[in-house]
C-alpha cells in the first residue's frame, strides 16, 4: 500500500513506472476501483488543497517506482509559475479523465468498455498478460464482477477471447 484512505495524508505522489489502483472502500468493506494511474501521473494530490486525509486508498499493483513529494516541499514548489501551471493542467487533465470516463460509462456497454479498457492499459495485441484482478478490472469498465464473469463467458464461449490465468 502507498496510502490508505481516511488517514492523514504528508505527500503526493507522481508514479514512474508500474501501476497503482485507486480504490474506496465501502461501509461493508467492499472495494471499489476508482482508477489505475499510468506511468506519469500525479496522485493524492487532494491533500493540497482540500482535505488532510485521502480519500482513497493507493496500492501498487506490480513494482513500481514513485516519486514521494511532502505537502510541504510541493507548498514551496508552487512559488514557482511553471510548477503552478503544470499542477493546474494536471488538475485539468484529471477532470477531463472524469468527464471522459462518465461519458464512457453511459455510452458504451460492458462489453464496449471492456475491449476500450484492454486497447487503452495495453494496447493491440493478441496476447496480453492483464496485471490487475478480474474483480478489479471489473470495477474499472463499471462493472460488478458476476457481470464481468458472465460477459467473459458469453465472449469465450463465441470464441473472441480466452483467459488462461492472467492471459
Known sequence: HVFFENRKGVSVYILITGAVNLYKSNS???????????????????????????????????????????????????????VCKDLLAQMMAKMRYLTNKL???I????????????????????????NVSKKDLAFSIAATPETFSRMIKRLSDKGDISFDGKQ
Open 28 to 82: 461493508e468493506g467492499k472495494e471499489n476501483v476508482i482508477k489505475i494511474v499510468k506511468p506519469g501521473e500525479m496522485f493524492g494530490e487532494v491533500i493540497l488543497f482540500e482535505s488532510d486525509k485521502y480519500p482513497v486508498s493507493a496500492v501498487a499493483l506490480e513494482g513500481s517506482n514513485l516519486y514521494l513529494i511532502s505537502k510541504h516541499q510541493f507548498h514551496c514548489l508552487l512559488q514557482n509559475s511553471d
Open 103 to 105: 461519458h464512457y460509462t
Open 107 to 130: 455510452c458504451n456497454d460492458t462489453e464496449e468498455r471492456f475491449f476500450l479498457f484492454l486497447k487503452e492499459h495495453y494496447g493491440v495485441k493478441n496476447r496480453i498478460n492483464i
